[in-house]
């Protein structure tokens, strides 16, 4: 799982129907012999690690049953972290640029109006902060790359195959 990935994701055909691969998960998650806990709901799964091992950067994946001609199942896969950092990462990337954008914006109008660029400076700041935050997700990726790795060792145990990451 390459480290320049925002959220791994997979997908798996099995012969089994919906049901009985809802039934597996919910029959591990509840023996809890992994470290993992989750909820199975109707045609979703999400695996998360447990409470005492979760940590800011802890992973969970999420996969969704699709039912397919045949009575198989179609499992897709997408690993990310807590949709609490996911949305504080994404806001954070959305103002820095609508930031940028405006800042750019009045600048452009002030110069064009003989006042100098002195305002298109604050750009640099912002783009450093965007770069900064950009490391800490990096490193926060890592920090979490053995939980994801056993989220999705977890995986191939359940579906006893080797499920390759996209």
Do not use: C
Request: aromatic share 14%; no cysteine.
């Amino acid at each position: 799982m390459s480290s320049f990935r925002i959220r791994p994701r997979f997908n798996l055909v099995s012969d089994l129907p919906v049901r009985e691969i809802e039934q597996v998960f919910l029959n591990l998650i509840n023996m809890n012999e992994h470290g993992l806990n989750g909820i199975v709901s109707k045609n979703f799964i999400t695996i998360k690690i447990n409470e005492n091992d979760n940590h800011f950067w802890s992973p969970r994946l999420g996969i969704m049953l699709e039912e397919i001609e045949g009575n198989k199942t179609k499992l897709l896969g997408l690993y990310g972290p807590n949709p609490s950092v996911w949305a504080l990462f994404t806001y954070s990337y959305g103002a820095i640029l609508i930031s940028i954008f405006f800042i750019t914006l009045f600048g452009l109008s002030m110069y064009s109006l003989g006042e100098g660029l002195n305002l298109l400076w604050w750009n640099l700041p912002l783009i450093l902060l965007g770069l900064v935050l950009y490391i800490i997700a990096q490193f926060g990726q890592k920090i979490g790359a053995d939980q994801m790795y056993k989220l999705h060792h977890f995986f191939e145990e359940v579906v006893k195959s080797e499920v390759k990451i996209n």
